[in-house]
């Protein structure tokens, strides 16, 4: 099967770009490195000429709602527009568990994509991640005041960024299905213990203050709003072995 990525250099679409080429599948990566805006739509369609699925996992990494909405609005509309006229079977979207309790700031964004893909008339698939371990590692070199490094209060159950990826690549091969089963990690953690911890498997030795973020994402960030129900399935690998295999 053919497969383009967007967002097929970040965190989660260079494992989706792995996996899928171990699988057997032609995997082609739609980004800025590759030549390809998403955000204008420029060099978009002649990349996919036969694909067969979309996975878009682009993204931008912003807390301002504005900002959040008019990227993730501008790919979803770009690449819909172009699958339509390619004939693309299945566009897949990779999105986040408690979303919609926090709706404003970057899930905005995330809304507002979810809610072009379910309008489209590309057949689709929604498929919604609770954060992935490697949240840790982007939270330790984002989060700061000045040269302190600070540890958001919340409440989560992370996953491998690998296992998210094995777990798309079956759902872009598989019949669009709507929204899927939420994907969620192993077990609970607290993000202020995984930003430390991963603070101390770099060799930092700083104090590393746990701060409460604002708004309604800070508020569903440490309520739980952001855990998955029961019947989400479940990645393997937990976050002290997912630090442990960095080594
Ligand atoms: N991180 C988490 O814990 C988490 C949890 C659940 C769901 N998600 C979702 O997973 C998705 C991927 O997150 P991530 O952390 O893996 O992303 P990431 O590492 O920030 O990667 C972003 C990707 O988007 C591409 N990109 C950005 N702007 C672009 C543009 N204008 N044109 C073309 N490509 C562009 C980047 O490639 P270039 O820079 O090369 O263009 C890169 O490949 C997001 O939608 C996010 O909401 C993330």
Redesign the pocket.
């Known amino acids: 099967m053919r497969i383009a990525v967007?967002?097929?250099?970040?965190?989660?679409?260079?494992h989706i770009m792995n996996v899928a080429r171990d699988r057997g599948h032609e995997a082609i990566?739609?980004?800025?490195?590759?030549g390809?805006?998403?955000?204008?739509g420029s060099g978009l369609p002649e990349w996919l000429d036969g694909v067969d699925s979309v996975i878009?996992?682009?993204?931008?990494?912003t807390l301002k709602t504005d900002e959040s909405v008019a990227?993730?609005t501008a790919?979803t509309h770009n690449l819909l527009a172009a699958e339509r006229k390619a004939g693309v079977h299945h566009h897949v979207?990779?999105?986040?568990?408690g979303a919609d309790a926090a709706p404003d700031g970057?899930y905005a964004g995330?809304l507002a994509?979810e809610g072009l893909v379910e309008a489209a008339d590309v057949p689709w698939t929604i498929q919604?991640?609770?954060?992935?371990h490697?949240?840790a590692a982007?939270m330790f070199d984002q989060a700061k005041a000045g040269p302190v490094h600070l540890a958001p209060r919340a409440r989560t159950q992370?996953i491998a960024?690998r296992e998210?990826a094995e777990h798309m690549v079956a759902v872009a091969v598989a019949a669009p299905t709507g929204r899927a089963v939420d994907l969620a990690g192993p077990q609970e953690e607290s993000l202020v213990e995984m930003v430390r911890a991963y603070a101390r498997a770099k060799g930092h030795r700083g104090w590393i203050p746990a701060v409460s973020l604002p708004g309604s994402m800070g508020r569903a960030q440490r309520s739980g709003a952001l855990l998955p129900h029961s019947d989400a399935h479940r990645g393997r690998q937990t976050f002290t072995e997912w630090l442990a295999s960095l080594a």
């Open positions: 967007a967002g097929g250099t970040g965190v989660v679409g260079r990566p739609l980004t800025r490195s590759n390809i805006d998403l955000v204008t878009d996992v682009s993204n931008r990494s990227f993730f790919v979207a990779l999105s986040i568990v970057y995330k994509q919604r991640s609770t954060q992935f490697e949240f982007m992370p960024a998210v």
